[in-house]
Nanobody, 122 residues
Framework: QVQLVESGGGLVQAGGSLRLSCAASGRTFSNYAMGWFRQAPGKEREFVAAISWSGGTKYYADSVKDRFTISRDNGKNTVYLQMNSLKSEDTAVYYC???????????????WGQGTQVTVSS
């Protein structure tokens, strides 16, 4: 089992920045690829970003490319999502997830956090 706890969400004005963190406990964090997903009200959960276990490979949704950056610190068992130039359409609950292989499909991930709310005001 891997337990995941997100933090860092909040209310920010459009154009601002936030950094989300996801702390992992349980099994060896460095064995897992990590992903960030989000779900806006009335919409399906969508892929945001993913990172391989080593941090050497990263994936981004087109909608966040060049604005968001995923990173990880295996020594701290934490994955981060730096979000810059935020837009109102980024408003959602953001979830981190752990899986064997990094990628954009939610089904690739076996463990999920409870989510953190990000609200971007225009």
């Amino acid at each position: 089992q891997v337990q995941l706890v997100e933090s860092g969400g909040g209310l920010v004005q459009a154009g601002g920045s936030l950094r989300l963190s996801c702390a992992a406990s349980g099994r060896t964090f460095s064995n897992y690829a990590m992903g960030w997903f989000r779900q806006a009200p009335g919409k399906e959960r969508e892929f945001v970003a993913a990172i391989s276990w080593s941090g050497g490979t990263k994936y981004y949704a087109d909608s966040v490319k060049d604005r968001f950056t995923i990173s990880r610190d295996n020594g701290k068992n934490t994955v981060y999502l730096q979000m810059n130039s935020l837009k109102s359409e980024d408003t959602a609950v953001y979830y981190c997830a752990a899986g064997v292989v990094a990628g954009p499909a939610a089904g690739q991930y076996h463990y999920w956090g409870q989510g953190t709310q990000v609200t971007v005001s225009s």
